[in-house]
């Protein structure tokens, strides 16, 4: 099936649509100062995200735990974590450049929208939200199902919210369980370069198709070509 028939475009949120590090990074050290341990670099932090919170948080207190001690259950990091990024979700979070702009323009030419994020929804939403990203068919987060990326699950539950078949939906992301996550699906992936993520490890997971900046994934789904010819997509 051809871009020209893309139906719905699926986004990962941190790291594709919207620029988080600061935040997080910060909300990681302020957690691992309130279990006693000393704070991490900013790129270390934002080196580890990926996988969910839990999985920030098992990375965290390993980087920040001294030789030979035991570091605290990921659990208590997890609970402390939460309200703490909560409190600083959109200090310094934007969208990235191009997103608002290409987001109105596909849902304009009548083009479904969704994301799929391993972030727990309810700060999801609240970024889609504060940050006027919206609106999505459907948000799918890290704690809105039993499994999670790189499961195709998720994925799957937002084409099948709009009645899109894998042919007719796009995945856009950054890392590589993004990729992982398409495939599974049998969703085409177009990888943004900016982001988190980086392009080598995409590309090590079978990514192919990438953009630089968010305004030439209007090409990937047939809407700049439409546009061009003055014809619905």
């Known amino acids: 099936m051809s871009s020209a028939a893309t139906r719905l475009v699926v986004f990962d949120l941190d790291g594709t649509l919207v620029d988080s590090r600061h935040d997080i990074a910060l909300a990681a050290n ?14 270390t932090v934002v080196g580890f995200v990926g996988g969910g919170v839990k ?35 959109l200090d310094r979070t934007l969208p990235y450049p ?7 323009t596909l849902r304009e030419a009548g083009v479904e929208t969704a994301v799929v994020t391993n972030k727990p929804a309810a700060p999801a939403r609240r970024i889609v939200d504060g940050l006027a990203l ?18 195709p699950e998720p994925l799957l539950r937002a084409l099948g919210h709009v009645g899109a078949e894998p042919l007719q939906a796009l995945y856009v992301g ?4 993004d990729v992982e996550t398409a495939r599974a699906a049998g969703v085409r992936f177009v ?10 490890d995409m590309e090590t ?7 630089d900046h968010m305004r030439e994934l209007l090409g990937r789904t047939g ?11």
Request: net charge neutral.
């Open 55 to 89: 999985n920030l948080a098992l990375r965290c207190l390993r980087a920040a735990t001294a030789p030979g001690d035991d570091p605290p259950a990921p659990d208590a990091f997890v609970e402390r974590f939460m309200p703490i990024y909560a409190d600083h979700l």
């Open 223 to 233: 809407v700049a070509r439409a546009a061009q010819r003055g014809t619905p997509p």
């Open 174 to 177: 950054d890392m590589a369980v």
């Open 205 to 211: 997971a079978g990514a192919r198709d990438f953009v």
């Open 134 to 151: 919206g609106p999505f068919a459907i948000l799918v987060g890290g704690d809105s199902m039993p499994v999670r990326k790189p499961d």
């Open 98 to 104: 191009g997103v608002l702009e290409t987001l109105a």
């Open 191 to 200: 990888g943004v370069t900016w982001g988190i993520g980086k392009r080598h």
């Open 30 to 43: 302020l957690t691992l100062a309130s279990l006693g341990l000393a704070p991490l670099p900013a790129e």
